[in-house]
């Protein structure tokens, strides 16, 4: 089971990056799934999360208006396209899943998701 991230770099405020998980070993499409954020010395937070069906989203509050989630069962993928961004925005950037029978809302906690990826560096210049 592995969740690989990518689509990381660096880039001026403002500016767009879009980033991809790629899992392999299972089927994404018993699991919702996320992204997280950790930036040094802060707690690691949910980004966004995303239902197995894609009928359900969540954004912490910080991204609304700029980030769009989004997946492709078929290729077992998740997205995050990333408009706007802001220094704020600079973390490493995980990719997670969670069974989805598992949970009967959308889990938005680290704690709750059973597969991670690698991380994928995002930082943002002003």
């Known amino acids: 089971v592995q969740l690989q991230a990518f689509g990381g770099g660096l880039v001026q405020s403002g500016g767009s990056l879009r980033l991809s998980c790629v899992a392999s070993g299972f089927n994404v499409e018993y699991y919702g799934l996320g992204w997280f954020r950790q930036a040094p010395g802060k707690e690691r937070e949910a980004v966004s999360c995303i239902s197995k069906n894609s009928d359900d989203t969540y954004y912490v509050d910080s991204v609304k208006g700029r980030f769009t989630i989004s997946r492709d069962n078929a290729k077992n993928t998740l997205y995050l396209q990333m408009h706007n961004l802001k220094p704020d925005d600079t973390a490493v950037y995980y990719c997670?899943?969670?069974?989805?029978?598992?949970?009967?809302?959308?889990?938005?906690?680290?704690?709750?998701?059973?597969?991670w990826g690698q991380g994928t560096q995002v930082t943002v210049s002003s």
């Open positions: 997670a899943a969670t069974l989805s029978s598992k949970h009967t809302v959308m889990v938005i906690i680290p704690t709750g998701y059973d597969y």
